[in-house]
């Protein structure tokens, strides 16, 4: 049993694994994750890969890591962790900067020798002091302990190397006092096909939980408080799939057929992958033979009456520009996917930033307005796919949806919603009466400005579009100068008319505020979060979060015009702020900005607050 002084009670804590690339932190962390959503905790988590691909083993370059928070009131992956997994001193080194002090260090003894201390750079034989460590440190011989575990199970040294997270993830189910049947079980259905190789990991986790109660004296353990959570079947999800989700949903309210033409790109591939597995739900998911090829097929899909979809991140946004620019020509529903990564060119493909806001607004040739909209959590990606299809079908427009490599592959505990919960997704097609009515691809809705589309085969509508202008009346080819302006101002009209189909600006927070905080896409937790302490602490602020972007909410201005000093938070170095400075230019708008290829810490946003707050 162990000791009431041993026992440390939160509303939350936090938990970073770390280790080579091929240690399995990842799997590890995603385990525990579920086990915990399982159990009724919130959580946040936030995958850290190395951007070397497979690096030299025990090297720092090569240390992946992955953070999750569990508990409730959960809205981040934390600022720092309460206990650090280090498999090897280059795992120590490079993630001791996300220990609190006199948090727990949990390492691999086994890997410390004199050889892995010299390939993480250690110039003395002392770890721990070297790096300052301030922690409660538990050395686990986890590798001798593992080759006893699995000595009689016949597989191969390297094999059985390979259950090394699966130790470390037992010690935490036992720290964190979760149900590692709950671990087992994710095991068995991982692998099914290969129940040799689940027998090894599921001694090897035994092993790992057994060894805790062997030591209950020498280390802090934890009892996380939990909240009573809606009913409902809850699961652990990324943003990658959420958006996958969000886009079936779309698919099944329209009535239309999901396509999804796009190319592999980290870190957007998984979105690619989860719709292939659905082919019992109807969708079409083609990997084409490169970026533009994979918008030009969504173009196509999205002509002969489907669900059109393309995935990507920068680079790839980049290339599917003309394409984009074809379908707002066109006037044709697409919903393009940017999961944004560090940039500019390859840049950072395993890092998250919010680079390409100026991009999806802009970044096309000739006066080429459409529809932006941005996820604020990996939960949210699924609401945010579904807005962004609904628009797109309703308003006969491409619509860029943005989301990040933080929330794209970071996850949350998420509540399988109802069908009944989301509405209906109306398409505007064509009707039987605008067949006598001398029907042409461009007319309109007049006070929507939105186009009627007509399928091709549906008889008595046979057309033709394409990326040249047209007359607005005939559709027919145009140059002339007047007919081309009246064609870009009602382009830009449709977009604007939006607004009134998305909700208001809301605002969280101090309804006395002072100062506003303004944030937009996957830094939502992480501005909240630092509002509600600073609210907490009686410091006058408000935040209002942006996930509908172009356009912007009927009520910004009404909102903005209500603080004395408004603040930007941002993962570039002020996209939004210059965009919405532009739109409201009597707004004397501050900014924090980032761009390290990390996501904010929660400290970060209250200090650069503070500060701002302060100033006379």
């Known amino acids: 049993m162990l000791e009431k002084s041993n026992v440390i009670a939160l509303e939350k804590v936090v938990v970073r694994f770390s280790g080579d690339s091929g240690d399995g932190m990842q799997l590890a962390g995603n385990i525990f994750s579920n086990v915990s959503a399982q159990v009724g905790d919130q959580i946040s988590t936030f995958p850290d890969y190395p951007a070397e691909i497979r690096a030299p083993q025990g090297t720092l370059s090569g240390v992946s890591g992955f953070q999750v928070s569990v508990g409730h009131g959960v809205h981040t992956p934390g600022d720092l962790a309460d206990v650090l997994v280090a498999m090897n001193p280059a795992a120590l080194k490079q993630h001791a900067k996300f220990l609190k002090p006199n948090g727990v260090a949990i390492v691999d003894i086994d890997s410390f020798r004199k050889a892995d201390l010299d390939k993480a750079l250690y110039t003395t034989d002392d770890p721990y002091t070297e790096i300052g460590l301030k922690a409660q440190v538990v050395e686990v011989p986890i590798s001798s302990m593992v080759k006893n575990a699995l000595a009689d199970s016949g597989m191969d040294l390297k094999s059985i190397m390979k259950c090394k997270n699966m130790f470390a993830l037992g010690f935490i189910c036992w720290l964190f006092d979760r149900p590692v049947e709950s671990a087992l079980h994710y095991l068995k259905n991982k692998f099914a096909k290969k129940p040799a190789v689940y027998e090894a990991n599921a001694k090897v986790i035994n092993a790992g939980y057994d060894y805790g109660h062997n030591i209950h004296a020498s280390v802090s353990t934890y009892r996380i408080e939990t909240d009573d959570i809606k009913p409902g079947h809850y699961t652990d999800v990324n943003g990658n799939t959420a958006t996958a989700w969000g886009l079936i949903m779309a698919s099944e309210k329209s009535g ?17 992958h989860e719709l292939a597995k659905r082919k019992d739900l109807g969708v079409k998911a083609c990997q084409m033979e490169d970026e533009i090829a994979g918008v030009c097929s969504a173009i196509g899909a999205s002509f002969a009456g489907n669900l059109a979809v393309t995935s990507t991140s920068g680079p790839g946004l980049a290339l599917k520009s003309e394409g984009i620019g074809l379908a707002v020509m066109a006037e044709l529903p697409l919903v393009v996917i940017d999961v944004q990564r560090g940039g500019p060119s390859t840049g950072l493909p395993t890092k998250t930033e919010q680079t390409d806001l100026l991009q999806a607004l802009y970044g096309r040739n000739g006066e080429s307005p459409l529809a932006v909209v941005a996820a604020a959590s990996p939960a949210d990606c699924f609401d945010m796919a579904f807005e962004a299809a ?91 100068p007047a007919n081309h302006a009246k064609m870009v101002a009602l382009r830009a009209e449709k977009i604007a008319n939006i607004a009134n189909d998305i909700p208001q600006l809301e605002v969280f927070g101090d309804k006395d505020a002072d100062t506003l905080v303004i944030g937009w896409g996957g830094t939502f937790g992480h501005l909240y979060t630092a509002v509600s302490e600073m609210s907490a602490a009686g410091k006058k602020v408000a935040l209002a979060h942006f996930r509908y972007i172009r356009p912007l909410p009927a009520n910004t201005a009404e909102v903005l015009s209500h603080y004395k000093k408004v603040v930007v938070a941002e993962l570039n170095t002020g996209q939004f702020a210059d965009y919405l400075q532009a739109k409201h230019p009597g707004i004397n708008i501050r900014r924090i900005n980032k761009v390290e290829g990390q996501p904010f810490s929660v400290n970060e946003i209250v200090e650069g607050v503070t500060k701002i707050m302060e100033e006379k």
Not at 264 to 270: E, H, S, V
Not at 399 to 407: E, G, K, M, N, R
Request: glycine share 6%.
């Open 256 to 272: 239309m057929p999901l396509f999804l033409g796009s190319y592999p790109i980290t870190p957007a591939t998984d979105i690619l």
């Open 390 to 480: 609904r628009i797109a079908v309703e308003h006969t427009t491409p619509v860029i949806l943005l989301t990040d490599a933080f929330i794209a592959n970071g996850s949350t505990a998420w509540r399988i919603p109802e069908a009944s919960e989301y509405p209906e997704i109306r398409p505007h097609y064509v009707t039987a009466e605008m067949k006598d009515a001398g029907w042409r691809p461009y007319m309109r809705d007049e006070k929507t400005k939105v186009r009627y589309i007509a399928v091709p085969g549906t008889e008595g509508f046979t057309h033709r579009l394409g990326g040249l202008e047209k007359d607005c009346n005939t559709s027919a080819i145009s140059t002339d």
